[in-house]
Nanobody, 114 residues
Framework: QVQLVESGGGLVQAGGSLRLSCAGS????????MGWYRQAPGKQREFIAL???????NYADSVKGRFTISRDNAKNTVYLQMNRLKPEATAVYYC????????WGQGTQVTVSS
């Protein structure tokens, strides 16, 4: 099994930046991809970005050019650098890891003030 711990959320003004971290432990060798979703109040969970074990990266159109996903294999950690944040980015951000199952982190709150 894989365990995920997220960190890095917080309050930021519009136009600012935050970096989220997702540290994996457990059966990390079995991870095919890791990524991020977010869920705003009253809305469905929304895909943000993913990075595969082979290094393929995909982004949602809404964040292309402003968000960057990366990984540090030595630390078993995936990052989401978020720049030029908008108030509509306010949400709980969830890290996930895909093996034969999908494991979710506990979520971290990001609040962008206007």
């Amino acid at each position: 099994q894989v365990q995920l711990v997220e960190s890095g959320g917080g309050l930021v003004q519009a136009g600012g930046s935050l970096r989220l971290s997702c540290a994996g432990s457990g059966s990390i060798f079995s991870i095919n991809a890791m990524g991020w979703y977010r869920q705003a109040p009253g809305k469905q969970r929304e895909f943000i970005a993913l990075i595969t074990s082979g290094g393929t990266i995909n982004y949602a159109d809404s964040v292309k050019g402003r968000f960057t996903i990366s990984r540090d294999n030595a630390k078993n950690t995936v990052y989401l650098q978020m720049n030029r944040l908008k108030p509509e980015a306010t949400a709980v951000y969830y890290c996930y890891a895909q093996t034969t199952l999908v494991t979710w982190g506990q979520g971290t709150q990001v609040t962008v003030s206007s």
